[in-house]
């Protein structure tokens, strides 16, 4: 048998492999494989045409083959890494991408797909590099330039990304994932109109992808007037993906009617040093065990003290970053859950089309997300009497399940400094703070701030975020304050700090201003510990009304405003009382601990009894 292929061997397969007939090419690959076992041609090929059709495991053995008989080459060991990076396998694939670089610094594919290994690895600066030099390779390329925007979104350099994303879409304006990270560049530079055109950009252009519909419905968080745009755009969301669902969808259970134990699910990507895991933990930790058996499901492979923490508190753990919705869904099925709990909606790492597909008998919206979710699958949504009132209950296409006395509790931060003399006994005058997103900024919100300050000559503002580590964000708000009236000298914007640090800097705030329609949560309850009560308003919907339910359990309902101009009265009447405020803060710790916002085990019982209303519901009439 012949040994070395001829060029009449060779040809006919480099002919179909350029047409891209790989149903034509893989018996003649595999025959070729076969009769020249040392040559890497053919295993090279299969390895192409496996991984082109998703059959990564055959994909890879091709490839292992035709690295082992072929001279060390850097495209052999990308395709290498490609494969491996779908199976996975991300050390391997690594290590793939590491050696194509070493035989050549400048393979431009090798750069780019080892940094989209960095960038799915949580380590995007990183990955910035390799785009960055890859870029240099092939100037303008927008593939790569689109890449190092999302590089660049994942470490909060929301300008420069922005300025790629616009240099990409001048060359590629229909590329909807392009409009789609605009729309979120746009949105933490406190660009809301820019952020939603975008976002309807991206839609139109790809109008069956249920990602980029739920990125548009999470930026209509943020305006003011978007309410009834955003429960329309939510029910199509729950159209698309339940017709996606179709026959896969579970219609029985393999779940006992009168368990001794009702097992439930908790599906997020945020069990991790996250405000998520700050509410869920509470109630996790102080759950009854002999009655709830309780599982954890991740949608992302990540760990921190936090998850773990996580992972002592529930049953039982798992990780479906990997998988298929149906996939996930059928792991979910298979263990018997009688209640599955979502705790993302329409935020980052979400899995609602596992939830379309109906794995457990009573699904749950709850806690990561303040709106509706659209997903006809999705029973119920719990709230609490002031988040969302009985007329309120229209604004979702979930049942709203009230609990008792209120919808979230938050936990004492660990190793939280004392609380400190107000800030106003020391300076003479009051300090407005806020430690909001650029994102919830609106005119709206910046006229009440502006209206607060004029009427209390004397005051500052003190706004502290992230963003402003950003120096063209912090120059743009800093232009906004001036042209809504209210001068340089009365205001400072300073970047974020590390938590212990963000913590003691409430020492320098007498009162929060909130935003509205998306005001704090997290920083809201901290600052409360803290000493530093917030002055809120109360909207319409529940993502509006989460600060009026927050200070409302925490017996402040005296903050909460019901229109603007409430707002800037009860913010003036507050501060020109220092006598009160100094009071408050001395005493509020301690208040806000015997309230039912950190009272984790009242609100532990509250929850297992609506879990357990629930499920006897779903076994009389269902819901």
């Known amino acids: 048998m012949a040994r070395t292929p001829t060029q009449e061997d060779v040809k006919p397969l480099l002919q179909l492999f350029q047409q891209g007939d790989m149903q034509a090419l893989e018996p003649r690959a595999l025959a070729f494989s076969r009769r020249y076992p040392a040559h890497g041609l053919g295993w090279m090929l299969l390895g192409a045409i496996y991984k082109a059709a998703g059959r990564h495991d055959e994909a890879l053995a091709a490839q292992l083959k035709a690295v082992a008989v072929m001279p060390p080459k850097a495209e052999l060991f990308n395709n290498l890494g490609n494969i491996q990076f779908a199976l996975h396998q991300l050390p391997e694939a690594e290590a793939s991408y590491r050696k194509c670089l070493q035989l050549d610094p400048d393979h431009r594919n090798g750069l780019v797909n080892y940094g989209l290994l960095l960038a799915k690895a949580g380590r995007p600066q990183e990955a910035e590099g390799l785009f960055r030099h890859a870029l240099r390779l092939d100037p303008g390329a927008p593939d790569i330039g689109y890449r190092l925007a999302v590089a660049l979104l994942d470490q909060k350099q929301y300008a420069p990304a922005a300025a790629l994303l616009q240099d990409v879409l001048a060359q590629r304006p229909d590329d909807a994932a392009a409009h789609d990270s605009l729309s979120f560049a746009h949105l933490n530079l406190g660009r809301y109109d820019d952020a939603v055109r975008e976002g309807h950009a991206a839609v139109k252009l790809a109008p069956g992808d249920p990602e980029v519909l739920a990125n548009l419905l999470f930026t209509l968080n943020y305006g003011p007037g978007r309410a009834g745009e955003g429960l329309e755009l939510a029910r199509a969301y729950g159209r698309l993906v339940s017709d996606r669902a179709g026959a896969d969808r579970f219609t029985a259970w393999n779940v006992d009617a009168a368990p001794q134990k009702l097992r439930i699910g908790f599906v997020s990507g945020d069990f991790k040093n996250h405000p998520v895991a700050w509410f869920l933990l509470p109630l996790l930790e102080s759950i009854d065990r002999g009655r709830f058996e309780c599982h954890a499901y991740s949608t992302i492979d990540f760990e921190d003290d936090f998850t773990r923490r996580i992972r002592d508190a529930v049953d039982a753990w798992q990780v479906l970053p990997a998988e298929s919705d149906l996939d996930a869904a059928r792991r979910i099925h298979a263990d018997g859950v009688h209640i599955l ?134 120059q743009r708000l800093a232009e906004r304050l001036c042209q809504h009236g209210i001068p340089q000298t009365r205001f400072e914007l300073l970047p974020g700090q590390g938590r212990q640090d963000y913590l003691a800097s409430h020492r320098s705030v007498d009162i929060l201003l909130d935003t509205f329609p998306f005001p704090g949560g997290t920083t809201t309850c901290e600052a409360l510990w803290m000493g530093v009560p917030t002055v809120t308003l109360a909207g319409d919907t529940l993502l509006s009304r989460q600060g009026a339910s927050l200070l409302s359990a925490a017996g402040l309902p005296d903050w909460v405003a019901d229109s603007p101009a409430d707002y800037v009265d009860r913010a003036v009447r507050f501060a020109r009382d220092g006598a009160a405020l100094v009071q408050l803060r001395q005493r509020l710790r301690a208040m806000v601990q015997a309230s039912p916002l950190f009272d984790r085990v009242a609100f532990a019982r509250d929850f297992e009894q609506a879990l357990q209303d629930l499920w006897r519901l779903h076994k009389a009439p269902q819901l």
Not at 371 to 378: D, Q, S
Not at 393 to 416: G, V
Not at 425 to 451: E, H
């Open 341 to 474: 709990v979502d705790l993302a909606g329409h935020t980052g790492h979400a899995r609602l089309p596992v939830f379309a597909l109906k794995p457990a008998p009573v699904q749950v919206s709850w806690l990561g997300y303040f709106a509706t979710t659209g997903l006809p699958e999705m029973d119920c949504v719990l709230v609490d009497p002031v988040a969302v009132p009985p007329a309120a209950a229209a604004q979702f296409t979930e049942a709203a399940w009230s609990l008792p006395h209120t919808r979230l509790c938050f936990d004492a931060p660990r190793d939280a400094p004392e609380v400190a003399p107000a800030p106003l006994l020391q300076n003479g005058f009051v300090t407005f703070g806020s430690y909001q997103s650029v994102s919830k900024i609106n005119d709206p919100v910046l006229a009440c701030w502006a209206a607060v300050l004029d009427a209390m000559p004397t005051a500052r503002l003190r706004w502290q975020s992230g963003q402003f580590g950003d120096g063209e964000v912090r």
